[in-house]
T-cell receptor
């Protein structure tokens, strides 16, 4: 039972570089989302998907792109990394329904220098 | 707009003492309320959730929370804490889509022997 798997666990980027954070879930959940966690700010929603082919912006979408071609995968792309994107990134999935809980991956710690 | 405020950023407590972690929310509509726990270098794990019905909700590891609609609060309590409860705790609300959560800033619970 893998649940939500994020890769890589750690990453250091130089300013201006691009990269993709991978997220995969094996629970057949319809909803998937990306959050970033910064000290004293809790988790903030970056992008969100309610199913394959459907994505929406969250609270802090600038500098990030997403796509959802399959139910299982929801990659997060940084097109041109900036030091302000240094953070811990969490992917989450949940079944459809307003009251359902979110299941989180272990996180990716990203440092942009 | 919804928001969540966790009133204490850090709560130090001695082992076997009771603890309360405070959470207030603002919303003009009914919401669903959650408490998540994050152990060091891990993802978030659901402690408990309030959907409807009884205002006292019991969760895992001996935690419970009480929903108070008039005070728009959802405080988390445990009558006797253990060293292993040392972690960061997040209060969150969801309005209309499962997994699309708004988080508070987090409370670091530090249990000392």
């Amino acid at each position: 039972n893998a649940g939500v798997t994020q890769t890589p666990k750690f990453q250091v980027l130089k300013t201006g570089q691009s990269m993709t954070l991978q997220c995969a879930q094996d629970m057949n959940h319809e909803y998937m989302s990306w959050y970033r966690q910064d000290p004293g700010m809790g988790l903030r929603l970056i992008h969100y998907s309610v199913g394959a082919g459907i994505t929406d912006q969250g609270e802090v979408p600038n500098g990030y792109n997403v796509s959802r071609s399959t139910t299982e995968d929801f990659p997060l792309r940084l097109l041109s990394a900036a030091p302000s994107q240094t953070s811990v990134y969490f992917c989450a999935s949940s079944p459809s329904g307003v009251e359902t809980e979110a299941f989180f991956g272990q996180g990716t710690r990203l440092t942009v220098v | 707009a919804q928001s969540v405020t966790q009133l204490d950023s850090q709560v130090p407590v001695f082992e076997e003492a009771p603890v309360e972690l405070r959470c207030n929310y603002s919303s003009s509509v009914s919401v669903y309320l959650f408490w998540y726990v994050q152990y060091p270098n891990q993802g978030l794990q659901l402690l408990l959730k309030y959907l409807s019905g009884s205002t006292l909700v019991k969760g895992i590891n001996g935690f419970e929370a009480e929903f108070n609609k008039s005070q728009t609060s959802f405080h988390l309590r445990k009558p006797s804490v253990h060293i292993s409860d040392t972690a960061e705790y997040f209060c969150a609300v969801s309005k209309n889509q499962g997994g699309k959560l708004i988080f508070g800033q987090g409370t670091e619970l530090s249990v000392k022997p």
